[in-house]
């Protein structure tokens, strides 16, 4: 046999309260697209930031080409050849392309050589980009082209991404997989890690799969089904999310031609925006990143103001009210970045309790919180959707991305709100945990909560929604019935298609 691109042998790290890995061991051939497999939680990142130099491991040893390979820094695994596309992108809105991937580089040339050679690499692999194009005005699929030919640009040998596609189209899916397959048959290795069992399918050729740190299987993924990887994840059955007979309540939520402009240069302006939500419905909204997810979230919690008139909850005109008064009322909602924005990285999990959950949990008492109650909420959140921590007093930043996850929406959830509005609920979530969250949802719409679920995985909103609409530039189109729309349908209507448009395919 030949000899091993890269060779792990009984890694372990370990953490106080955890053990993050325990002695895992697994190669990775010249040209193998290799998925890596687990829960939230299970090891994953703790192992892939071991091989870049990001983490010492306590024990065990790595070779690269049959040498010790031992990175004190990511410099130093960059410069043996390991490259890593991170799942969040490092990148400077403000900057154009080139100027971004010059940071990247040790030595970098005159801006004039980056662009051509970043415009030779795009035309190369199939990843078209313009190097003065500012980064701010891209898409996410072009955000994340940016980060991988800054890591092409290292003629790397192995090339790590991190759920490389949860920000991605179904069309920008398939360009990333003719690069990575283009690699694959130049030699290049690549280390895949997904939730999106069915892209690991289409894609890899061999997966590791690691629970609680350890590996606890491997597989062939084109000849295993998604479902046995999950359930081999998991070390048990997986829960298919169940829905109850459904029949729309009155309106409880009403948005009445909501204009807002964009937050920022980069932002999205509102335009127009006519909706109605029942009580015990779940209305999804889809859309491509960047066409006003975030400032719709902002309309709808209170972080942006809009004239009083036009939003109307439960008969009551809201538009002014601000975040706490809207929770206080019955609407709350979840941002997608949890992160800085849904929670404060350095505060503990029972402080990020407080800072939402104050006033419909009664946490506090005379202007004082009552610390007691409020860790006692929080150990709550963490049982009920098996938060992966020590405990409560954990900071948010020491959970791994699921988890955190887990815990601000469970938090939002066991608040009993009367609308909740949450933003991409299972985003890096592995598939237990996802198919719990959109379980939990389905239960709280059951009980009388109208859900505003607003993701880029279609398939979890054709699996929990009553009606379907999509975000474009900022407008929204007419909401439909889920049931039956088919793909080509959703299309047009996440491409802008008018309401007589979609009509037309129908007819």
């Not at 491991?57 to 410069?79: C, V």
Request: proline share 6%; charged share 20%; with cysteine.
């Amino acid at each position: 046999m030949s000899t091993p691109l890269l060779a792990l042998s009984g890694l372990t790290k370990a953490y106080p309260g955890v053990v993050a890995n325990k002695d895992v061991s697994f190669e990775i051939a010249p040209g193998e697209i290799h998925a890596l497999l687990g829960e939230n939680g299970a090891g994953k990142s703790t192992l892939v930031k071991t091989i870049y130099g990001l983490v010492k491991p306590d024990s065990g040893t790595m070779t690269l080409n049959g040498a010790p390979f031992t990175p004190a820094e990511p410099r130093a695994a960059r410069a043996a050849g390991v490259a890593m596309v991170f799942q969040h992108f490092s990148l400077f809105d403000a900057l154009n392309v080139a100027e971004n991937i010059a940071l990247g580089m040790e030595n970098p040339p005159p801006q004039r050589e980056i662009a051509e050679r970043v415009r030779a690499v795009s035309d190369q692999y199939g990843l078209p980009l313009d190097p003065a194009r500012i980064v701010g005005e891209l898409s996410a699929g072009e955000r994340q082209r940016v980060e991988i030919i800054r890591c092409l640009l290292q003629d790397p040998k192995l090339l790590i991404m991190d759920e490389p596609t949860s920000v991605l189209t179904p069309q920008e899916v398939e360009i990333l997989f003719k690069t990575l397959r283009k690699l694959s048959a130049e030699g290049t290795a690549i280390l895949y890690i997904s939730h999106k069992l069915e892209e690991i399918r289409a894609l890899c050729e061999n997966a590791t799969v690691l629970r609680l740190g350890q590996v606890v299987g491997t597989c062939d993924p084109r000849t295993t089904t998604a479902r046995d990887m999950a359930e081999l994840m998991v070390g048990s059955a997986l829960l298919v999310p169940e829905r109850a007979p459904h029949t729309d309540g009155e309106t409880i939520l009403s948005l009445n031609n909501v204009s807002a402009k964009a937050p920022t240069r980069f932002g999205t302006a509102l335009r127009d925006i006519q909706l109605t939500v029942h009580m015990g419905e779940v209305l999804g909204i889809g859309g491509v990143a960047g066409n006003g997810q975030d400032e719709l979230v902002a309309v709808l919690a209170g972080e942006t103001r809009v004239a009083r008139d036009m939003i109307t909850f439960d008969g009551q005109n809201i538009g002014h009210f601000g975040p706490n008064a809207r929770r206080k009322i019955g609407l709350l909602t979840a941002p997608e970045e949890r992160m800085g924005h849904a929670a404060a990285p350095d505060m503990s999990l029972t402080e990020n309790a407080v800072l939402t959950a104050t006033t419909r949990q009664q946490l506090t008492s005379k202007g004082f919180v009552n610390w007691r109650k409020a860790r006692k909420f929080a150990e709550e959140v963490i049982a009920q959707f098996d938060v992966r921590t020590p405990g409560p007093q954990n900071a948010a930043r020491s959970l791994s991305g699921g988890n955190l996850q887990k815990f601000v929406i469970g938090r939002e959830i066991m608040q009993s709100p009367d609308v909740l509005v949450v933003n991409q609920p299972t985003w890096g979530v592995d598939a237990s945990a996802a198919a719990a969250i959109r379980q939990a949802l389905l239960d709280l719409a059951a009980k009388g909560t109208a859900i505003i679920c607003i993701s880029q995985d279609l398939d979890e909103l054709m699996e929990i929604s009553d009606r379907f609409a999509a975000l474009n530039e900022g407008r929204l189109s007419a909401p439909r019935p889920a049931q039956g729309l088919t793909v080509e349908e959703i299309g047009l209507m996440l491409g802008g298609a008018h309401d007589m448009e979609v009509a037309h395919v129908e007819a």
